[in-house]
């Protein structure tokens, strides 16, 4: 346990016990410790891991939360039950949605997705008040945030439809009348949108709540297994749950009463996606007889910082908050500092300066937190950061669309789809690979100006006058490789002709960038168009390039992947990030920069053109202004996030700004003597640096990897660093897929019979044809696996195998504790045994291997190790179910080996750490391995062997469809 004992609060909060509690928690207050260790003393007097339950919003606090816990515990054996709201969902409808009928082989929807099957509801209904066929898609975002709105609050489209109808029985008005045939269509516009998710395996992470919800309310057996099961429930972030959410909680306790929720109604700022500080209120009401403790000491800031930020929060209305005392734990230090600037270039720079001497006089980079109240905020903060020569980081950046290498990739995918496309093709031509001068390029332009003529056709007629031999030579080249990739596009798999654009092009040249931050970026971001790319392809039917470009720009427009890819931070980069992204942070010294009333709390938008009817909302909202409450609360969080030091800093004059703007009210609360120190900045005259990404170097990460991952390393740390350290794009298989299709079909009839249901061939089989109907992917190009995989899991079926299998648990996550930190992985299926010895089974979809084989694999080492943990036993067994042959291969490891497997896998994780410490990931070229890897283009060893292996003959990139490290596996 830690050294620093709790105080008298924090204990109280972790010694409670039976009942309802409430704790109010204030910032720096530590309430994410009580939580933990009221789990930690839960699990110590005998309440199990699994009679637990702690449900937060955000998968990363959830992370967090989990991560501390095993830092003073260990690792579980079990899934840790601290876990956020919709992981929580999602777990209950893999294993008891099926009752409701949610197939195994739903997905969750993405915004484009979402957007996407919207519009095509909208376009065939075309209903009177939402149709305009001259702008289609200008209420599509609208009527998402109405439908996403009603799922929140469990309003169903029947409900809404009723009550329209109601209405519309009862009003005499025009106006009203009009209104309400609006909500009738919006309802009709809600159900049917839901059919066609329930035709299509279509969930959206609401439904993950309100299917939830609905099992655990209606469902006695799973009420019996998930409900009964929990004992104590915790919530963190109470504030900034939603109304379905709140009666998850609510389902979930039952009768018990046994739930302590923390929360910090001055904390609430996320009303934007649905949070209710309405809940803390209807928790109050639901359990008159609770127990509230507030936790008001602030270990984290000065004396001067809490008393300031207490005037900060303190001007909101009293019958908008609960009041609480706010107490600071350490010294005075230093005054809160309001700087007052002529413009935003003498802000920023003054701010940049003041970064440069506290990064020369010993202060980390990272110890430093610029904070804007939008991400469009940033660009002059950045700039001055460069002129200034400070390295930064961005945390949760905007413009994914507008990094240079994603702008490069999609002027490709553009110009295949369309070879006509000059402009694209002139962008492609800046390419490593494919590189013209830039003489040689605004030559080009003219040709096309004064021909009129496609420039990819002037290249390959050769009418491309004026050039060089090596521009003539290179541009030819490139049009002729893009022509090839067009007529491929016209049948390809958009993945599959990503990634040979990418081979073709070198990687658009990521391996030539000279700093490796860069190419760290740079592969995260292709890595993530993959991402989007397999997002599409999990539920579209036609997956060619043109569909998928369409996507990509609905994925653009409606901002919901605009996020850069995250990386891992830089030790001396100062940190830029919004006051949103800084929620559950904190850092010595805080700068809150743009502190105007058009920043903060801003000059407000439109109304929404489309609204839930406040009839139908269960709570209503608290008293007050609610967009200015909840803008000094945002405000007060980005103040409460700093240690040591707090800079409130503004200029009179923003760019577009029409006079001299007024400084946010939120800072009056601070115009009382000896409450901050006031700062007149000089002007400083304009100069420009040309932008350039953050600098630095890496900080060293705790391993914490995955079985496959740790595989992937041993057999060439080349290609893990490529894949997981620069997580550059690899290429989709259909092997891959149908692993994971198959491996989908055997959980769920492993889940049924643990449920008491009999699944024999014939009720496989049919599992398996609603799998294949409902999944996506390549099964077009490939309808012959649809009978294979019924043949596979019939001769399966028939086995002793499966039909006379003891099992015990499905798809059990461990974590296997080594010396360098932690390796983890799931089991797809635990058996019992009439001979005693507990066995994992792992099931296979490529060809048998021999136990010899079997026994000398990491994986299999990885299991048999994990097992003995969790049995607590030096017997253990490993059978590898190879659904090709119905073939079963065991291995069985006990004493030494095991004990020699778990030295052999902690040293594999060893020398893992000091590759990533060190940055150092040597290839292991082979000419077998390196023909089947996805990275050869870009690897000067990985090429060389493998042209060795075809005597020097370059590859058909097409012809290679195997996915490395797959080997057959099921996952």
């Known amino acids: 346990m830690p050294s620093v004992p709790l105080d008298p609060d924090q204990q109280a909060a972790v010694d409670h016990r039976e009942g309802a509690c409430l704790v109010l928690a204030g910032p720096g207050s530590g309430k994410t410790r009580v939580i933990v260790e009221r789990f930690l003393e839960l699990c110590a007097s005998g309440v199990g891991a699994a009679e637990q339950l702690v449900l937060t919003y955000t998968v990363k606090a959830a992370a967090e939360m989990r991560s501390r816990a095993e830092a003073l515990h260990g690792p579980f054996g079990d899934e840790v039950p601290l876990v956020n709201f919709h992981s929580f969902g999602r777990r209950i409808l893999r294993q008891w949605g099926w009752r409701v009928g949610v197939p195994a082989s739903f997905h969750i929807a993405d915004a484009a997705e979402r957007w996407l099957h919207l519009e095509a509801v909208l376009a065939e209904m075309r209903p009177r008040t939402l149709w305009n066929p001259l702008r289609p898609h200008d209420l599509v975002g609208p009527l998402l945030h109405l439908i996403e709105t009603a799922k929140q609050e469990l309003i169903t489209p029947e409900e809404y439809a009723a009550w329209a109808a109601g209405q519309q029985l009862v009003c005499t008005d025009e106006v009203g009348q009009a209104l309400l045939e609006r909500h009738a269509e919006c309802a009709e516009l809600y159900r049917r949108l839901e059919e066609r998710y329930r035709r299509q395996a279509v969930l959206d992470h609401d439904d993950c709540i309100l299917i939830a919800e609905r099992l655990l309310r209606e469902d006695p057996a799973v009420r019996r297994d998930v409900g009964d099961a929990v004992r104590f429930v915790m919530v963190d972030e109470y504030q900034d749950t939603n109304y379905a959410q709140a009666r998850l909680v609510e389902t979930l306790v039952g009768g018990r009463g046994n739930v302590l929720v923390v929360a910090d109604d001055d904390q609430a700022i ?37 008393a300031a930020c207490r005037l900060l929060i303190g001007a909101a209305l009293p019958e908008s908050r609960i009041d609480k005392e706010l107490v600071a734990n350490r010294g005075d230090g230093v005054a809160v500092e309001l700087w007052d600037a002529p413009d935003e270039r003498t802000e920023t720079l003054a701010v940049a300066a003041e970064c440069r001497r506290l990064v020369d006089s010993g202060t980390r980079g990272a110890d430093i937190a610029w904070l804007f109240r939008r991400h469009d905020d940033m660009r002059a903060a950045m700039t001055a950061l460069q002129e200034s020569g400070v390295p930064y980081q961005v945390h949760g950046g905007r413009g994914y669309f507008r990094q240079p290498e994603v702008k490069a990739l999609l002027a490709l995918l553009r110009v295949i789809d369309d070879p006509a496309d000059s402009q694209a093709l002139l962008r492609c031509l800046q390419l490593p690979a494919w590189s013209v001068s830039n003489r040689g390029r605004v030559t080009l332009v003219r040709l096309c100006d004064a021909s009129e003529t496609p420039l990819c056709e002037l290249l390959l007629d050769g009418a491309a006058e004026g050039l060089d031999e090596a521009d003539a030579a290179t541009a030819r080249r490139a049009a002729e490789e893009i022509c090839a990739l067009h007529s491929q596009a016209l049948t390809a798999d958009v993945r599959e002709l990503c990634f040979d654009a990418l081979e073709r092009c070198g990687f658009l040249g990521i391996g030539e960038l000279t700093r490796d931050l860069e190419r760290v970026q740079a592969g995260a971001n292709l890595n993530k168009f993959g991402e989007l790319l397999d997002g599409f392809a999990d539920w579209s039917e036609d997956l060619r390039l043109r569909a998928a470009l369409r996507y990509l720009e609905v994925l653009r427009d409606s901002g919901a992947a605009d996020e850069v890819a995250a990386i891992d931070p830089i030790e001396d980069g100062v940190v830029l990030l919004t006051a949103h992204s800084a929620k559950g942070l904190e850092w010595p ?18 109304p929404a053109p489309l609204s839930v009817p406040d009839e139908l909302v269960p709570e209503p909202p608290p008293p007050g202004d609610g967009v200015v409450d909840e803008e000094r609360r945002l405000f007060y969080v ?79 740390p080349r290609r893990y660093e490529y894949r997981r350290r620069y997580r550059m794009p690899a290429r989709s298989s259909v092997q891959t897929w149908y692993g994971v299709l198959v491996h989908a079909v055997l959980e769920q009839a492993a889940r049924r019979r643990l449920a008491g249901e009999e699944v024999g061939a014939e009720r496989l089989l049919a599992l398996w044809h609603e799998a294949w109907a409902a999944a996506h992917g390549p099964k077009g190009a490939h309808r012959e696996l649809r009978a294979y995989g019924e043949e596979s899991l019939r001769r399966y079926a028939e086995t002793a195998a499966w039909s006379e299998a003891r099992i015990s648990d499905v798809e059990l996550p461990f974590a296997l504790a080594v ?109 077998w391995r390196c023909r089947r890897c996805d990275y050869r283009t870009v690897c000067d060893e990985g090429g060389a062997a493998a042209a060795a292996r075809t005597g020097g003959v370059p590859f058909d990139a097409s012809a290679v469809a195997t996915s490395n490290g797959c080997q057959g596996d099921a996952r």
């Open 589 to 606: 010294v805080v700068v809150v920069s743009g502190c105007v009333e058009p920043r903060w709390p801003g000059r407000g938008g439109f």
């Open 638 to 716: 980005a103040a409460t996030r700093a240690r040591d030091r707090l800079l409130l800093t503004r200029a009179r004059r923003y760019p577009r700004s029409y006079g001299d703007e007024a400084p946010t009210r939120f800072l009056a609360p601070l115009a009382v003597p000896g409450a901050a120190e006031a700062v007149e900045l000089p002007r400083v005259p304009a100069a420009l640096a040309p932008r350039a990404r953050a600098q630095g170097s890496a900080v060293p990460v705790s391993v914490e990897v995955s079985v496959a991952d740790l595989r992937d390393f041993r057999e060439c």
């Open 819 to 927: 010396d360098a930190g932690e390796v983890r992985g799931r089991f797809d299926r635990l058996d019992e045994r009439a001979d005693g010895v507990p066995t994992v089974v792992d099931y296979k979809t490529g060809p048998p291997r021999g136990a010899e084989s079997a026994a000398r694999d990491l994986q299999v080492r990885a299991y048999a190790v994990a097992l003995g943990q969790r049995r607590r036993t030096d017997r253990v067994a490993v059978e590898l179910h190879h659904l090709q042959t119905a073939e079963v291969t065991r291995v069985v490891i006990e004493g030494g080996a095991l004990r020699k497997a778990h030295a052999h896998i902690s040293l594999s994780a060893i020398d893992l750490s000091r590759a990533w410490n060190e940055l150092g990931f040597p290839p292991n070229p082979s000419p």
């Open 270 to 306: 996320y009303k934007f996606r649905g949070a209710s500080l309405a809940n803390l209120d209807r928790f109050r009401r639901r359990h008159p007889g609770h127990r509230t403790i507030t936790l008001g000491r602030n270990y984290r800031s000065t004396r001067q910082i809490v």
